[in-house]
């Protein structure tokens, strides 16, 4: 895709998602807001062929994302797919599964231990028995 065209198949068509990345595109004409001035998208300053590009390479208008729109402003040459990399929402991972020796049974609770803890990162506030993290002072 070292062309800068947009790949059609990847194109983000939800309504109020940036048609390139498909994150919210913050748009107050698609979400339906109330004009309370103008809008984001006025401030960035994009070159003609910047516009050009974008009237050339999306198959309809639509509003991209404010990063999207930026991104383009600041590098009118800048790939869809270094936009897409840059700009899609992230998926947060998944907690790991639970190992054995993360926790006990004490009645109907589930207990973790500091082997838990220590596989989660931090400390989560709650105050937890087994917490091998410093108290935090109020």
Same mark, same amino acid.
């Given at each position: 895709m070292g062309d800068g065209l947009f #790949?059609?198949?990847?194109?983000? =068509?939800r309504?109020? *998602?940036?048609?390139?990345?498909g994150s919210p595109n913050q748009c107050r004409l698609e979400t339906g807001e109330a004009y309370k001035g103008p809008c984001w998208?006025?401030?960035? +300053?994009?070159?003609?062929?910047?516009?050009?590009?974008? =009237?050339e390479n999306l198959p309809e208008s639509r509003c991209l994302c404010?990063?999207?729109?930026? &991104?383009?402003? &600041? #590098? $009118?040459?800048?790939?869809w #797919?270094?936009?897409?990399?840059? !700009?899609? $929402?992230? +998926?947060?991972?998944p907690p790991a599964p639970l190992q054995e020796g993360d926790f006990y049974?004490? %009645? &109907? !609770? =589930?207990v973790f231990t500091a082997?838990? *803890?220590?596989?989660? %990162?931090?400390?989560?506030g709650s105050g937890c028995r087994h917490c091998p993290y410093p108290a935090k002072e109020s």
């Open positions: #790949d059609l198949k990847r194109i983000c =068509m309504p109020a *998602h940036c048609p390139v990345c998208c006025e401030r960035p +300053v994009l070159l003609q062929r910047s516009l050009e590009r974008l =009237m404010p990063a999207c729109l930026e &991104a383009i402003a &600041a #590098d $009118p040459d800048v790939s #797919d270094e936009l897409v990399e840059r !700009n899609s $929402p992230r +998926v947060p991972e049974l004490e %009645g &109907a !609770n =589930m082997q838990y *803890h220590l596989r989660r %990162g931090s400390c989560c």
